[in-house]
């Protein structure tokens, strides 16, 4: 901000007459030593002496004394006799000193040491026998008149004496706090208008003797240093106009509607720069895209303690979008596409959102190393008078492979790890080709998926795969082939949506041995099955790994058939909800529940890995993997699975920096039934720990059930990543 003082404001001292007479001075004739006025002197002609007379004229030097001799002055009154002393020549003989006596000490007379033997680590340092370590200053920092103005904490956060946190090397450096302190509260006071605030920083005790350190007082008195800033604002400025210098707008009065300053606002730095920055922002949205705001002027006039603002602003052309150019060496992908991820059409008033929604979408993709989009002024103009204004984006495509990996292991489950190797542009424009493998002490899998996304629309995703897997738990066995299409609108970590769904197909082949309560006995099958799962999400929650506020909503439905006849025909459902509180900067809590029901077919006619199980690092803490539920009787106690569930977790998640404690209770139960009877819930209870990563928390859960029956483990250990839910 520029400060001027105005032409009227002036600062006038007048003198007092004296009324006492002054004495005239003296007469220049009784005064040979004042200084006459600069004249012209005469040239005189004097002889010059030789130097046998000037020697004849000195002194002799063997004289027993040269006696001083004055000289008489007479100014007035008053006499004065001024000595005069002759100097003696010099002595043309030659001085007999006294002998030098030798050296007592034996080290000045030793020889050195040979040069090679010199240890520059070893030298000695010396000190004086005067010199003393001086102690440190430790002080107490009291402030006044900013906590008033709500500003004694942004004083502290930048207080040179705050930082320094009571100790200070020496007095110099405890001075130099308190005059950098005294400027910063002056910046403070006056960037909220108070410019005829004082600030006085002091030290207040000890109080110094003569002659005394700050050291010595601090150590005399066995105390610590007292300092204090003491501001005093005095009143506070106002605006007395408000005026803003730019060419006529559309519609005319959007610069005056969206600069929030009118007259009688305080000469409020803050206040004036926020004003200027919602007026920066609106103006590109608002179709000019190169609008500019120049140097503001404030001129502060200290009579009537007020201040004349004026913005001088260089709106630019109005302008419509125009054509998408592309340029960059390595470039991802077309124009045309670029178009398909953008929001807005051509002929469309310029929005700087829809540019920056249209950067965020590039980004999203994964696929640059950098990326950039500019308006582009043309000579083009619109029917309306309007300009057109091209975008160029400027493409860095970045390493279209990838290679990821996921661990994890929970009781019951064990140790899992998935490896995924991607090409993201294999078939351009993001047609990515995607190899997984599965590799775990319970499970094993390939799988190939070709995912195109941005599909000839925005934040659409189609999706073909093809999986083998083994499954081998204590509730059943199988080995399934299974061929997908689905067609999907999914959240990322960078883009996080509201609304998410999708929708698709999927045919599968599995051999399976699991307990069926019809034959009482554990069999094996083969099943195939052909279904259509369809999801729907909302999510309102703030960040999609770590959540600390809002909630989500979702449900699944999984129309089937079996393909080889029977009774096998189901409908699986599944409806979730959670929710995130935030209570103080340190603790979130954080709540989850889920139903689940298959319809149409009995627990016997569906395949085991069909049914449905409760019970995990993802589900029922405190229990093992799949360990809730019904069992079977006749072979080991093992979980069998059932066609309705519960379950239901409560956590409080505590964050120190980078890490995490979370206490959590978990409830839930499986049933045979078809809908759940919310009945014989099973409780587990456990604490976890969080490690905070910018990719999102590493997860370690242990917990025990509640009441533990025979099959159930007495302690479950949850590894993973991201939160429980």
């Known amino acids: 901000m520029r400060l001027a003082a105005p032409a009227l404001m002036a600062f006038t001292c007048l003198a007092g007459q004296a009324t006492a007479q002054t004495p005239a001075p003296p007469s220049s004739e009784a005064s040979p030593a004042s200084t006459p006025p600069a004249t012209d002197i005469p040239a005189t002609e004097t002889p010059i002496i030789s130097d046998d007379d000037f020697e004849k004229a000195l002194p002799s030097l063997t004289s027993p004394a040269i006696k001083p001799q004055t000289t008489t002055q007479t100014q007035g009154t008053e006499k004065s006799e001024t000595p005069v002393v002759a100097t003696p020549a010099p002595v043309a003989e030659t001085l007999e000193l006294p002998p030098l006596k030798p050296a007592e000490d034996p080290a000045l007379t030793a020889?050195?040491?040979?040069?090679?033997?010199?240890?520059?680590?070893?030298?000695?340092?010396?000190?004086?026998?005067?010199?003393?370590?001086?102690?440190?200053?430790?002080?107490?920092?009291?402030?006044?008149?900013?906590?008033?103005?709500?500003?004694?904490?942004?004083?502290?956060?930048?207080?040179?004496?705050?930082?320094?946190?009571?100790?200070?090397?020496?007095?110099?450096?405890?001075?130099?706090?308190?005059?950098?302190?005294?400027?910063?509260?002056?910046?403070?006071?006056?960037?909220?208008?108070?410019?005829?605030?004082?600030?006085?920083?002091?030290?207040?005790?000890?109080?110094?003797?003569?002659?005394?350190?700050?050291?010595?007082?601090?150590?005399?008195?066995?105390?610590?240093?007292?300092?204090?800033?003491?501001?005093?604002?005095?009143?506070?400025?106002?605006?007395?106009?408000?005026?803003?210098?730019?060419?006529?707008?559309?519609?005319?009065?959007?610069?005056?509607?969206?600069?929030?300053?009118?007259?009688?606002?305080?000469?409020?730095?803050?206040?004036?720069?926020?004003?200027?920055?919602?007026?920066?922002?609106?103006?590109?949205?608002?179709?000019?895209?190169?609008?500019?705001?120049?140097?503001?002027?404030v001129l502060i006039d200290p009579q009537t303690r007020t201040g004349d603002y004026t913005l001088p602003v260089t709106t630019g052309p109005r302008a419509r979008f125009g054509a998408i150019r592309s340029e960059g060496q390595r470039q991802a992908f077309s124009d045309d596409h670029v178009r398909v991820l953008s929001r807005f059409d051509s002929g469309d008033l310029y929005d700087s959102r829809q540019v920056d929604d249209l950067r965020q979408a590039l980004s999203a993709t994964g696929l640059f190393a950098s990326v950039a989009v500019e308006p582009v002024l043309t000579e083009q103009k619109n029917p309306d008078g309007t300009t057109v204004v091209d975008l160029k984006v400027t493409q860095n495509a970045g390493r279209p492979r990838t290679l990821a990996g996921d661990i994890g292991f929970s009781t019951g489950q064990g140790l899992r790890t998935e490896l995924n190797w991607t090409h993201r542009n294999f078939r351009p424009p993001e047609g990515a080709l995607i190899a997984s493998v599965i590799a775990g002490t319970q499970e094993q899998g390939l799988g190939v998926t070709f995912r195109r996304s941005n599909a000839k629309r925005r934040d659409r995703t189609f999706q073909y795969g093809a999986a083998f897997n083994n499954q081998t738990y204590d509730s059943y066995e199988a080995q399934t082939i299974s061929f997908s299409v689905n067609v999907s609108r999914v959240s990322t970590p960078l883009w996080q949506k509201?609304?998410?769904?999708?929708?698709?197909?999927?045919?599968?082949?599995?051999?399976?041995?699991?307990?069926?309560?019809?034959?009482?006995?554990?069999?094996?099958?083969?099943?195939?099955?052909?279904?259509?799962?369809?999801k729907l999400n909302y999510d309102r929650s703030d960040n999609l790994l770590n959540p600390v506020r809002g909630w989500r909503a979702g449900v699944q439905?999984?129309?089937?058939?079996?393909?080889?006849?029977?009774?096998?025909?189901?409908?699986?459902?599944?409806?979730?909800?959670?929710?995130?509180?935030?209570?103080?900067?340190?603790?979130?809590?954080?709540?989850?529940?889920?139903?689940?029901?298959?319809?149409?077919?009995?627990?016997?006619?569906?395949?085991?890995?069909?049914?449905?199980?409760?019970?995990?690092?993802?589900?029922?803490?405190?229990?093992?993997?799949?360990?809730?539920?019904?069992?079977?009787?006749?072979?080991?106690?093992?979980?069998?699975?059932?066609?309705?569930?519960?379950?239901?977790?409560?956590?409080?998640?505590?964050?120190?920096?980078?890490?995490?404690?979370?206490?959590?209770?978990?409830?839930?139960?499986?049933?045979?039934?078809?809908?759940?009877?919310?009945?014989?819930?099973?409780?587990?209870?456990?604490?976890?720990?969080?490690?905070?990563?910018?990719?999102g928390p590493i997860r370690i859960d242990i917990a025990t059930p509640i009441s533990r029956r025979d099959g159930e483990s007495p302690v479950s250990l949850y590894v993973g990543i991201g939160q429980a839910f």
């Not at 699991?514 to 034959?519: A, I, L, N, Y």
């Not at 019904?630 to 505590?654: C, K, M, Q, T």
Request: charged share 20%; no cysteine.
């Open 111 to 297: 020889a050195l040491p040979p040069l090679d033997s010199f240890n520059p680590q070893a030298a000695p340092v010396i000190i004086s026998e005067n010199q003393q370590v001086m102690p440190a200053i430790h002080y107490d920092l009291h402030i006044d008149g900013l906590a008033a103005l709500d500003l004694e904490t942004r004083f502290k956060d930048l207080s040179a004496l705050q930082s320094g946190k009571g100790a200070a090397a020496n007095a110099a450096m405890l001075r130099a706090r308190l005059t950098e302190d005294e400027q910063t509260a002056l910046r403070l006071l006056k960037g909220e208008g108070y410019y005829d605030a004082v600030v006085v920083a002091r030290i207040e005790s000890p109080v110094l003797q003569p002659g005394e350190s700050l050291q010595d007082a601090t150590g005399r008195t066995q105390g610590r240093v007292q300092v204090r800033v003491s501001a005093r604002a005095g009143e506070r400025y106002t605006l007395s106009s408000v005026t803003v210098k730019a060419d006529p707008t559309e519609p005319p009065s959007l610069i005056a509607d969206n600069l929030p300053l009118k007259t009688g606002d305080p000469v409020d730095a803050t206040l004036i720069k926020s004003a200027e920055a919602n007026l920066a922002l609106v103006l590109p949205q608002q179709g000019y895209p190169f609008a500019d705001l120049e140097m503001r002027d």
């Open 498 to 534: 509201r609304w998410t769904w999708s929708y698709g197909a999927e045919v599968l082949a599995t051999r399976e041995t699991g307990f069926s309560k019809r034959r009482n006995a554990n069999v094996q099958d083969d099943y195939f099955y052909a279904s259509v799962p369809l």
């Open 557 to 695: 439905s999984t129309p089937t058939v079996a393909l080889n006849g029977g009774a096998g025909n189901f409908i699986a459902n599944v409806g979730s909800a959670t929710f995130y509180r935030q209570v103080s900067p340190k603790v979130v809590l954080a709540a989850r529940a889920q139903l689940a029901s298959i319809y149409g077919a009995e627990t016997s006619n569906i395949a085991p890995s069909r049914r449905l199980y409760a019970g995990g690092g993802g589900s029922v803490r405190g229990f093992g993997y799949q360990e809730l539920g019904p069992r079977d009787p006749a072979n080991n106690n093992n979980p069998i699975g059932g066609r309705s569930s519960v379950e239901l977790a409560f956590e409080a998640r505590y964050r120190m920096g980078n890490i995490g404690i979370v206490p959590f209770v978990d409830a839930g139960q499986v049933y045979d039934k078809p809908f759940p009877q919310f009945s014989d819930l099973r409780f587990g209870v456990g604490v976890g720990a969080r490690y905070y990563t910018n990719f």
